[in-house]
Every structure is written in structure tokens, then in C-alpha cells.
């Protein structure tokens, strides 16, 4: 009678063989495709306090109010924190390499527009879209880091990899205040160009998928989807306009607060429901408490 095992599946010769060179390949091009990761992520932090002293002068050549142009910073915040929970779900569904090349040609697309936009309306459209291709640079940036180096290396490449985002928001608003003084505040989107290419080059040519990790293909959790951008969104647009309107004497702000936290109650619920098999935010690693802490530890 034959025997079924329900133990780990065992690595054929090739595919044993497939995964060292991959593990080889690795280890002679990690610290390129680290100087990658870390241009994307300095590109992307940057941007946002760049843009943000470059704000007055958008409003006068674009002829918005202050509360307009805010929109510019709005826009792609609101989009950044929807898309910045779902970047787990997106390289399990895509792969890791792939999620990556794409955001960061998203995020060089949405910034030449953006330089190029002749509205506001136009301006904060392409804001939104930088804002999604943005996401995966940092979390998924940073994770990517964890699988590609050894533990004992992990200290030296967190600290380095922190570094450039922790240097990078104080360079902007002197690059951003020179640029816009001796230029035009088009070209506040367009230094993201040629950083970009040079991510995009190291990422694509250099990082690869691990051979024997497969891509997840599960149905798509459209209910989770919808519930986390409503209840995120929402809630972000009230913690960013809430002052500027008088939080709830506002009606707008009073209906978003309520929307935004059903929202998230059901989605939380809906999360974590046994029905749900495949959830775009899996919360069920709470369960390690280690994780629990940290996150709680940092919240507080």
C-alpha cells in the first residue's frame, strides 16, 4: 500500500541545484541591489519635502488658493497610505522583482507628468499616481533586505538602509528651496527622473525572485480592497483637513470620521473572519506576539 506523506516537499537535484545559484548570485550582487533599494527610497522621501516648500509657487503659476494646492500633498498622501498596507498582497501576487520595477517606473512616469502638468487638477491626479508607485518603496524595499542578507549583516544594512531616509528629509527643503529659486518648480518632479533610472536600472538587472518561491494566484479579496481605501483614505483625508475645517463642525468631516470608522471595523472584522481565506491584509501575524509588541511599542 503506498504511502502518502504530508511532510515538506523535497528539492529535486535541479532544483537544489537552481536554488544555490540563485543563493550565489545573491551574495555577489546584493550590496548593488542594496545601493538600488536605497536610491528608490531616498528618491521617494525626498520628493515629498522637496514638493512641499515648492508648494507657493505652484499656487501662483497654477492660480489655486493655499487650500487648493495642499491638494499636491494630499492627494499623494491619501494614496500612499492605501496602497502602503497592500504591498504584502501585491509581490506575493507579482513577485517581488516585478512589484518593485513597476512602482518605481510608476513613480518616475507620475513625476515627469507632474513636471509637465499645466492644472491642478492634472498636477494632483499624477500626485496620486506617484503617491501608489511610492508605496512598495520603503516596506517592501526594507523587506527585501531582510530576505537578500544574512542575519549577522542585518545590523550594518538597517542602519545604512535608515540612514538615507533619515538624511534625506533634511536635504529636501534646502534642495527644494534652491531649485525653486534658481529654476522652476517643474523641476521638483524632474530630479526624480535620472535617480530613478539609476534605481530602476540596479533593481531590474540585479534582484531576482528566490527559484522556489511561487507566485500566490488566490482569488483576490475585493471586499477587504474596497473596505481598507474607504476607511483608510477617509480617515487620512480627516486627519489632514480636519484642522483647516474645524474638525466636526464640519459636516463633511463629521460623515467621513463616522464612514471611515465603520469602515475599518468591518474591514478588521472581515479580516480576520474564517471565511475569508485569502485577505489582502493578512492581521492573523498578530498572533505572534513578539510582532504585537513591537508594533504596539511603536504605536505608543
Given at each position: 500500500m503506498a504511502r502518502t506523506s504530508t511532510a515538506?516537499?523535497?528539492?529535486?537535484?535541479?532544483?537544489?541545484?537552481?536554488?544555490q545559484q540563485a543563493a550565489d548570485y545573491v551574495r555577489r550582487h546584493r550590496w548593488l541591489i542594496l545601493a538600488g533599494l536605497?536610491?528608490?527610497?531616498?528618491?521617494?522621501?525626498?520628493?515629498?519635502?522637496?514638493?512641499?516648500?515648492?508648494?507657493?509657487?505652484?499656487?501662483?503659476?497654477?492660480g489655486a488658493t493655499q487650500e487648493e494646492i495642499g491638494w499636491v500633498s494630499t492627494g499623494y498622501i491619501l494614496s500612499n497610505v492605501i496602497f502602503l498596507p497592500m504591498t504584502a498582497f501585491f509581490t506575493a501576487r507579482f513577485g517581488r522583482r516585478n512589484y518593485l520595477t513597476f512602482s518605481?517606473?510608476?513613480?518616475v512616469v507620475s513625476s515627469?507628468?507632474?513636471?509637465?502638468?499645466?492644472?491642478?487638477?492634472?498636477?494632483?491626479?499624477?500626485?496620486?499616481l506617484q503617491g501608489a508607485g511610492g508605496a512598495a518603496l520603503l516596506s517592501t524595499?526594507?523587506?527585501?533586505?531582510?530576505?537578500?542578507?544574512?542575519?549577522?549583516?542585518?545590523?550594518?544594512?538597517?542602519?545604512?538602509?535608515m540612514l538615507g531616509i533619515i538624511v534625506a528629509p533634511t536635504l529636501?527643503?534646502?534642495?527644494?528651496?534652491?531649485?525653486?529659486?534658481?529654476?522652476?518648480?517643474?523641476?521638483?518632479?524632474?530630479?526624480?527622473i535620472p535617480i530613478g533610472a539609476a534605481s530602476l536600472f540596479l533593481v531590474s538587472t540585479f534582484l531576482h525572485d528566490p527559484p522556489n518561491v511561487e507566485r500566490v494566484q488566490n482569488p483576490v479579496d475585493w471586499t477587504g480592497i474596497i473596505l481598507l481605501t474607504v476607511g483608510v483614505g477617509g480617515l487620512q483625508y480627516v486627519l489632514e483637513e480636519g484642522n483647516a475645517k474645524d474638525w466636526f463642525a464640519s459636516a463633511l468631516i463629521l460623515r467621513l470620521a463616522i464612514l471611515s470608522a465603520v469602515c475599518l471595523i468591518a474591514m478588521v472584522w472581515w479580516e480576520l473572519s474564517p471565511r475569508?481565506?485569502?485577505?489582502?491584509?493578512?492581521?492573523?501575524?498578530?498572533?505572534?506576539?513578539?510582532?504585537?509588541?513591537?508594533?504596539?511599542?511603536?504605536?505608543?
Open positions: 515538506r516537499p523535497v528539492l529535486t537535484e535541479t532544483g537544489e541545484h537552481r536554488v536605497i536610491t528608490a527610497a531616498v528618491m521617494e522621501v525626498l520628493d515629498t519635502t522637496i514638493i512641499n516648500v515648492a508648494l507657493p509657487q505652484m499656487a501662483g503659476n497654477l518605481i517606473v510608476l513613480f515627469f507628468f507632474c513636471g509637465t502638468s499645466g492644472s491642478l487638477a492634472e498636477l494632483v491626479a499624477w500626485r496620486i524595499a526594507q523587506a527585501t533586505l531582510r530576505q537578500i542578507f544574512p542575519r549577522e549583516e542585518q545590523g550594518m544594512v538597517q542602519a545604512i538602509f529636501g527643503p534646502t534642495l527644494g528651496g534652491w531649485i525653486t529659486d534658481n529654476y522652476t518648480w517643474n523641476w521638483c518632479f524632474f530630479i526624480n475569508n481565506d485569502h485577505p489582502v491584509v493578512d492581521l492573523r501575524v498578530l498572533h505572534n506576539r513578539t510582532l504585537s509588541a513591537s508594533i504596539f511599542l511603536f504605536v505608543a
